[in-house]
T-cell receptor
Framework: EAQVTQNPRYLITVTGKKLTVTCSQNMNHEYMSWYRQDPGLGLRQIYYSMNVEVTDKGDVPEGYKVSRKEKRNFPLILESPSPNQTSLYFC?????????????FGPGTRLLVL | GQNIDQPTEMTATEGAIVQINCTYQTSGFNGLFWYQQHAGEAPTFLSYNVLDGLEEKGRFSSFLSRSKGYSYLLLKELQMKDSASYLCALNNNDMRFGAGTRLTVKP
């Protein structure tokens, strides 16, 4: 089954404690990205990657890091989380080879930073 | 910039047709996506328009006019389960979303 998985699904942490949210896809997609979704602001792209070892900033990259060492994985790292990073996070992947290929979203990670 | 505007909320009746508009200001992009998102869930893909014109997929159709900076999603034969938010997004390698339109379908 084609899917994007994220872990953890829910996380409560404290300011400054480094955390990583993992994202994995099983469709051999080149393009992966991370979004955050906040009430009234919609989905905003944090980072995206068009292939292994290639990452680019999205609309709101400050306070986040990513890496793309393997095609299937695209972890999101918060080195020093702050309360304004409390949000719902989605990972997504799509194939770049076929224009219009479906973009699959993971189930989301709800993060609360105290 | 790529301001992407959608109406915040819409209401329609079961069985009816509704058109959700999306307008944008940008000089160029690869294509435009439409997604459906139920409350508390991940977005799901509905359509992707690269060329101008109408693309039909069952009860859902999407239209794009690049020259007018305009797209719409057309939902026919509305069902209660179509109550959700509908998001349009521009793909220019990066992805930029509108804030979404919350559609309520009433009996």
């Amino acid at each position: 089954e084609a899917q994007v998985t994220q872990n953890p699904r829910y996380l409560i942490t404290v300011t400054g404690k480094k955390l990583t949210v993992t994202c994995s896809q099983n469709m051999n997609h080149e393009y992966m990205s991370w979004y955050r979704q906040d009430p009234g602001l919609g989905l905003r792209q944090i980072y995206y990657s068009m292939n292994v070892e290639v990452t680019d900033k999205g609309d709101v990259p400050e306070g986040y890091k990513v890496s793309r060492k393997e095609k299937r994985n695209f972890p999101l790292i918060l080195e020093s989380p702050s309360p304004n990073q409390t949000s719902l996070y989605f990972c997504a992947s799509t194939s770049m080879r076929a224009a219009g290929e479906t973009q699959y979203f993971g189930p989301g990670t709800r993060l609360l930073v105290l | 910039g790529q301001n992407i505007d959608q109406p915040t909320e819409m209401t329609a009746t079961e069985g009816a047709i509704v058109q959700i508009n999306c307008t944008y200001q940008t000089s160029g992009f690869n294509g435009l996506f439409w997604y459906q998102q139920h409350a508390g869930e991940a977005p799901t893909f509905l359509s992707y328009n690269v060329l101008d014109g109408l693309e039909e997929k069952g009860r859902f159709s999407s239209f794009l006019s690049r020259s007018k900076g305009y797209s719409y999603l057309l939902l026919k034969e509305l069902q209660m389960k179509d109550s959700a938010s509908y998001l349009c997004a521009l793909n220019n390698n990066d992805m930029r979303f509108g804030a979404g339109t919350r559609l309520t379908v009433k009996p």
